[in-house]
Nanobody, 123 residues
């Protein structure tokens, strides 16, 4: 497993932007599919975005497509989530996750999780 530490959450007004970062401990970072999930109070953990091992392929939930961008740096062992045009419904705890090649949108595919970072979108 790999240890993951998220940062960058906070309070932002609707229409604003935030950038989440996730730092990984594993020297084998480049062999993991990486993803972001989020969980609002009383709701299930939902897929947000994922990125392939090479960083070439990215996938997004329909609710964030066009507003969020996932990227990774395999040298620095980090994955980021740039969030623009934020909406109140984006409010949730955001989790970084690492999984094997081919991991999909299902949280059960991902074996390593960060502790989460709170994102609150409110005026």
């Amino acid at each position: 497993q790999v240890q993951l530490v998220e940062s960058g959450g906070g309070l932002v007004q609707p229409g604003g932007s935030l950038r989440l970062s996730c730092a990984a401990s594993a020297y084998t970072f480049r062999s993991y599919t990486m993803a972001w999930f989020r969980q609002a109070p009383g709701k299930e953990r939902d897929f947000v975005a994922r990125i392939s091992m090479s960083g070439v392929f990215t996938y997004y939930a329909d609710s964030v497509k066009g507003r969020f961008t996932i990227s990774r740096d395999n040298v620095k062992r980090t994955v980021t989530l740039q969030m623009n045009s934020l909406k109140p419904e984006d409010t949730a705890v955001y989790y970084c996750a690492a999984g094997p090649d081919g991991a999909s949108r299902n949280p059960a595919d991902f074996r390593s999780w960060g502790q989460g970072t709170q994102v609150t979108v409110s005026s």
